[in-house]
């Protein structure tokens, strides 16, 4: 999985500062007290859920945030406990009722102030779900949305920055898993499978750390289906482009070894 945001301290005193009533202790019922399904005033029960998120009990925390929306529907708290009901779930690593709880606040303010929070928290939800390249990349590709509809969105925000720097490490876990799957394929003498794998790499993902090696991997490739011409042009471009990258000493010598012929011209 890939490294938690940079801004979540951030996140987290900005979702803090943006709710806080008055400093004091949450409820007065006793610490093993069920108030998920107590009624309640709404400062009460708002204050109940900020401190159970302060003290760490996040779970707990979204339950009594949105025990604020179905108990206080009207109060002008309902709208920022979804928020914060959010905010709960994502800490609590529950990435799924994070982003329902999100969209939720969208699809109900979706000219809020705090929207751009809101898209984020549903971006870097889905961006904490990212897997191992040798996995099922689904989620990677809805972060990867989710990060674009963000900065399409809010460009100028500072949510829409992370994003940016997320979305080349996504852009990068993307390219890794079509290189593993051009690899397999090359184990395999699957060759031609392979090359339209590193051929993605090139043409889709080419400002990726793996370029230069989906290059040599072409090189090779083409080689071994008895394309020395365009085993050739997959190495002048690594060597236009990286030379003295040990990618392309290897692809020098293995097009110097197998088409010396079309090295020479």
């Not at 365009?230 to 197998?258: C, I, S, T």
Request: glycine content about 6%.
């Amino acid at each position: 999985m890939l490294s938690r945001s940079p801004l979540k301290l951030a996140l987290i005193a900005t979702a803090t500062a943006a709710t806080v009533l008055v400093a004091g202790c949450a409820g007065r019922g006793g610490k093993n007290r069920d108030t998920a399904y107590v009624a309640r005033d709404v400062d009460t029960l708002y204050l109940a859920a900020k401190g159970r998120l302060d003290s760490g009990r996040t779970k707990e925390a979204a339950a009594l945030f949105d025990e604020v929306e179905r108990q206080h529907p009207y109060s002008p708290w309902a709208r920022r406990a979804q928020l914060m009901s959010a905010f709960s779930y994502y800490v609590d690593r529950d990435y799924t009722k994070a982003i329902q709880s999100a969209q939720r606040f969208l699809s109900i303010h979706p000219g809020n102030k705090d929207a751009p929070y809101a898209y984020y928290l549903i971006a870097i939800s889905q961006y904490e779900q990212i897997s191992d390249v040798t996995r099922d990349q689904k989620a990677t590709k809805q972060a990867q949305d989710a990060m674009n509809e963000l900065i399409r969105r809010y460009p100028d925000t500072r949510f829409a920055a992370d994003a940016r720097i997320k979305l080349d490490l996504i852009n990068d876990h993307l390219a890794g898993k079509e290189m593993d799957i051009g690899r397999a394929y090359q184990r395999q003498g699957k060759w031609l499978a392979a090359t339209f794998r590193f051929r993605t790499v090139v043409d889709k993902y080419q400002a990726t750390s793996h370029t230069p090696e989906a290059l040599y991997r072409l090189t090779e490739s083409y080689l071994s289906i008895g394309l020395p011409e365009e085993a050739q042009k997959a190495a002048a471009v690594l060597g236009a482009n990286y030379p003295g990258n040990e990618w392309y000493d290897r692809a020098f010598r293995l097009m110097g070894k197998h088409a010396p012929s079309v090295t020479a011209s």
